[in-house]
C-alpha cells in the first residue's frame, strides 16, 4: 500500500511538472521508438539474436532518483537493479541480469513515471568495411570472414616473408612500387637470383601474393588485404619466367627465419624432395616460424614440395561456392583449404589484387588469378593475425588456423581440404591467448612437490596414487589446460554441443572468456574463489577432496603462470598494478586448500 501511494505521489509529481512546463520544450521531449521498431527488438528477444544480451535489460531512471527508491520498487518488479558504473548515480542508468521474463519484467517498470526508459541490454560491436572501391570484388575476404576478424586484429608489426618473384615495394631503376602497396611497412629482404638488396618483382607473381597478405587497405584505392597492418619482407627466388632454385629457396627460408620473420609464404613448390629445402623448412619452425605453402596446381591427389615437408602447413584451393578448385593437389600432407579462385565462370572468379604488368615492370595492374598460389597467403596473413593476437609459436598458430577451419561434409579432416575451409575470425576466436598453457601445467606440478614436501612422511599421499588418480587429475588438467583436443574432435558441433566443446577446450579460469567476452578478464575466475567454494563440501564429503585438491593444486599453478609472464589487467580493480599481488594471494591460498585436500587423516 505505501508502495502504490509512492507511485501516485511520484505521478502526481510529474504531471504537475509537466503542467508547469513551457510549450516551448514541447520539441525537447524524446520521442519514442516507432512500432516497428519496438516489434524488431522484441523479436531479437524472442529470438535469442545476438544483438540482445540474454536476460539483460537497461533502465534509466530520471535524474535525482536513489538506490533506496528504485530498492523499493525492486520486489514488486522481481529484479535486482544495480547502477552501471560510478557515473550511474548522476545518470540514473541501471542494470539488471537474470531476468527470466525480459518483456514482461519491462512493461511493469515502464509504468513507473520515474523510469525514462526500460529496454533490453544491447550487444554492440565495432565494424570495419574498407573503402577501397574494389572490396566488393573480393569475394574471398568475405568467405574467410574477414569483416569480423578484422575488428580484432591486423597483424601489426607481425613480419611476414613473401619467397616468390619479389616485390613491386620500391622506386628503382626501371621498377616502381604498385600504388596499392604505398604505406605498407617493409623490411629489408634480399634478390637472391641477382645477389643484391634489391628483391623487385619482374614476374608479377610475387607482388599479387604480397598483396593478398598486406595490400594498403581502407586507402581509397584499388583492393583490401587481409593482415593489412603486417610487415613484409620481400624474397626474391624465382626469375621473370618463374622459375628457382632449391638453393636459393633454402638460403631464403633461412635468410627470413634469421632475420625476424614470424611468417613464410611460398606460393610456390615442384614434384621432387630436396633435403636442402626440408632442412631448411625444419631450421625455421625451430626458431619458431610458421611456414605456409601452396599444395600445388596439378589437380591430383599428391601434394607437392615445399608444402609437403614436415612442419608446413600445406594450403588447398577452393572456388567461389567453397568447393576444391579442380586445379588443386591434394592428400594425405594437406592441412587446410583457402580461397584460391575458379575461372571457369570469368575471371570474377579469381582472387584480385594489385600487381605489375609481366610486360612492363613500370606498369601497374589490377589481376584476377587463380591457384594454390593465390589461396596460400590468406593462410599465411591469418598466421600474421594470430601473432599479432599473442601466439609464440608454430604450433599454437597451426592450432587455432585449424580449429577455425569451416569442416567441409562434416568431417574433422579430408584428403580434399584439410581440417577445412580458412575462416580467420573463427581462428581469432578460438585463439585463446597462446593455446593450451603448457606451462601452466608445469607450474601445476612444480607446486604439487611444494605442497607434498610440507607434509609430514605419514600425512603424506602416495605419489603415484596422486598422480594417477582421475578424480585429482581431471580437475588438475581442466583448470590448467582444459581439453584444448576437443575443438580439433568436434570442430563443426554448435548450438548446445558448440557451447560446451568451447567452455570444456579452454581451462577452468578463462571460461570468464565465455561469460564475460574476450576483452575481460574477470579476477572472480583468476582467483582462489572457486576451490575456496568446492572445498567447503569437501569437508564433510571426503571421498570429493581429491578432485578439489586437483582443481585447486591447478588454479594455483595457472595463477602462479599469469603473474611470472606479466599478469593480466583484471577488471574491475582500480590500478593494474594490483594485478600481480592478487594472483600471488590466490596462489598462496590454493594452495593451503590443495595442501588441506591432500593431506592424509589416518596419520
Known amino acids: 500500500m505505501r508502495m502504490r501511494r509512492w507511485n501516485v505521489v511520484l505521478a502526481a509529481l510529474a504531471l504537475s511538472a509537466s503542467a508547469c512546463a513551457p510549450a516551448s520544450r514541447e520539441s525537447e521531449v524524446p520521442v519514442g521508438p516507432d512500432a516497428a521498431a519496438q516489434a524488431e527488438v522484441a523479436e531479437a528477444v524472442a529470438g535469442g539474436s545476438d544483438d540482445v544480451v540474454s536476460g539483460a535489460i537497461v533502465v534509466d531512471f530520471k535524474d535525482g532518483t536513489t538506490q533506496a527508491e528504485f530498492d523499493a520498487w525492486e520486489q514488486a518488479w522481481g529484479v535486482d537493479l544495480e547502477f552501471n558504473s560510478l557515473e550511474g548515480p548522476r545518470t540514473g542508468v541501471t542494470l539488471a541480469v537474470g531476468?527470466?521474463?525480459?518483456?514482461?519484467?519491462?512493461?511493469?517498470?515502464?509504468?513507473?513515471?520515474?523510469?525514462?526508459?526500460?529496454?533490453?541490454?544491447?550487444?554492440?560491436?565495432?565494424?570495419?568495411?574498407?573503402?577501397?572501391?574494389?572490396?566488393?570484388?573480393?569475394?574471398?575476404?568475405r568467405m574467410i570472414d574477414m569483416p569480423k576478424a578484422w575488428d580484432g586484429n591486423r597483424g601489426k608489426g607481425v613480419v611476414v616473408a613473401v619467397i616468390d618473384t619479389g616485390i613491386a615495394y620500391e622506386d628503382h631503376d626501371d621498377f616502381k612500387?604498385?600504388?596499392?602497396?604505398?604505406?605498407?611497412?617493409?623490411?629489408?629482404?634480399?634478390?637472391?637470383?641477382?645477389?643484391?638488396?634489391?628483391?623487385?618483382?619482374?614476374?608479377?607473381?610475387?607482388?599479387?601474393?604480397?598483396?593478398?597478405?598486406?595490400?594498403?587497405?581502407?586507402?581509397?584505392?584499388?583492393?583490401?588485404?587481409?593482415?593489412?597492418?603486417?610487415?613484409?619482407?620481400?624474397?626474391?627466388?624465382?626469375?621473370?619466367?618463374?622459375?628457382?632454385?632449391?638453393?636459393?629457396?633454402?638460403?631464403?627460408?633461412?635468410?627470413?627465419?634469421?632475420?625476424?620473420?614470424?611468417?613464410?609464404?611460398?606460393?610456390?613448390?615442384?614434384?621432387?624432395?630436396?633435403?636442402?629445402?626440408?632442412?631448411?623448412?625444419?631450421?625455421?619452425?625451430?626458431?619458431?616460424?610458421?611456414?605456409?605453402?601452396?599444395?600445388?596446381?596439378?589437380?591430383?591427389?599428391?601434394?607437392?614440395?615445399?608444402?609437403?615437408?614436415?612442419?608446413?602447413?600445406?594450403?588447398?584451393?577452393?572456388?567461389?561456392?567453397?568447393?576444391?578448385?579442380?586445379?588443386?593437389?591434394?592428400?594425405?600432407?594437406?592441412?587446410?583449404?583457402?580461397p584460391g579462385g575458379d575461372k571457369r565462370q570469368g575471371d570474377s572468379g579469381g582472387i584480385l589484387q594489385n600487381t605489375i604488368d609481366p610486360r612492363d615492370p613500370s606498369r601497374s595492374v589490377y589481376a584476377w588469378y587463380q591457384g594454390t598460389s593465390m589461396a596460400a597467403p590468406h593462410v599465411a596473413a591469418v598466421a600474421a593475425m594470430l601473432y599479432g593476437a599473442g601466439a609464440k609459436n608454430p604450433d599454437e598458430v597451426e592450432q587455432a588456423l585449424y580449429a577455425g577451419a569451416k569442416a567441409a561434409d562434416e568431417q574433422a579432416w579430408s584428403e580434399q581440404y584439410g581440417h577445412g575451409v580458412l575462416n580467420a575470425n573463427a581462428s581469432l576466436q578460438a585463439f585463446t591467448g597462446g593455446g593450451p598453457r603448457w606451462p601452466s601445467l608445469g607450474w601445476a606440478a612444480a607446486l604439487l612437490v611444494v605442497?607434498?614436501?610440507?607434509?609430514?612422511?605419514?600425512?603424506?599421499?602416495?605419489?603415484?596414487?596422486?598422480?594417477?588418480?582421475?578424480?585429482?587429475?581431471?580437475?588438475l588438467v581442466l583448470s590448467t589446460v582444459g581439453f584444448f583436443f576437443l575443438r580439433t574432435w568436434f570442430t563443426g558441433a554448435s548450438g548446445a554441443a558448440g557451447d560446451v566443446v568451447n567452455v570444456a577446450s579452454l581451462p577452468i579460469p578463462d571460461w570468464q572468456r565465455i561469460i564475460f567476452g574476450r576483452a575481460t578478464v574477470s579476477p572472480l575466475f583468476y582467483s582462489a574463489l572457486i576451490p575456496l567454494v568446492l572445498s567447503l563440501p569437501a569437508i564433510i564429503w571426503r571421498g570429493f577432496r581429491p578432485a578439489v585438491g586437483g582443481l585447486a593444486l591447478g588454479f594455483a599453478g595457472f595463477l602462479a603462470y599469469a603473474a611470472w609472464v606479466g599478469a593480466p589487467a583484471l577488471a574491475w580493480m582500480p590500478f593494474t598494478f594490483l594485478a600481480k599481488p592478487w594472483l600471488g594471494f590466490n596462489t598462496v591460498v590454493c594452495l593451503v586448500i590443495a595442501r588441506a585436500m591432500l593431506k592424509r587423516e589416518d596419520a
Open 99 to 141: 531476468v527470466n521474463d525480459v518483456e514482461d519484467v519491462l512493461q511493469r517498470i515502464r509504468q513507473n513515471p520515474a523510469v525514462e526508459s526500460a529496454e533490453p541490454l544491447m550487444q554492440v560491436r565495432s565494424s570495419f568495411t574498407p573503402n577501397d572501391p574494389q572490396y566488393a570484388s573480393q569475394w574471398n575476404l
Open 451 to 475: 605442497v607434498l614436501l610440507t607434509l609430514r612422511g605419514r600425512e603424506r599421499p602416495g605419489f603415484l596414487n596422486i598422480l594417477f588418480r582421475p578424480a585429482f587429475f581431471v580437475p
Open 177 to 338: 612500387q604498385v600504388p596499392d602497396l604505398k604505406g605498407v611497412s617493409f623490411v629489408k629482404g634480399y634478390d637472391f637470383v641477382n645477389d643484391d638488396e634489391h628483391a623487385n618483382d619482374d614476374h608479377g607473381h610475387g607482388t599479387h601474393v604480397a598483396g593478398t597478405i598486406a595490400q594498403a587497405t581502407n586507402n581509397g584505392e584499388g583492393v583490401a588485404g587481409v593482415a593489412f597492418d603486417a610487415t613484409l619482407m620481400p624474397l626474391k627466388v624465382l626469375n621473370h619466367f618463374g622459375s628457382g632454385t632449391s638453393a636459393d629457396i633454402a638460403d631464403a627460408i633461412r635468410f627470413a627465419a634469421d632475420h625476424d620473420a614470424k611468417v613464410i609464404n611460398m606460393s610456390l613448390g615442384g614434384g621432387l624432395y630436396s633435403q636442402v629445402m626440408a632442412s631448411a623448412v625444419e631450421y625455421a619452425r625451430k626458431k619458431g616460424v610458421t611456414v605456409v605453402a601452396a599444395a600445388g596446381n596439378t589437380g591430383r591427389g599428391r601434394v607437392e614440395f615445399p608444402a609437403a615437408y614436415p612442419g608446413a602447413v600445406a594450403v588447398g584451393a577452393v572456388g567461389p561456392d567453397g568447393s576444391r578448385a579442380p586445379y588443386s593437389s591434394y592428400g594425405k600432407e594437406l592441412d587446410i583449404a583457402a
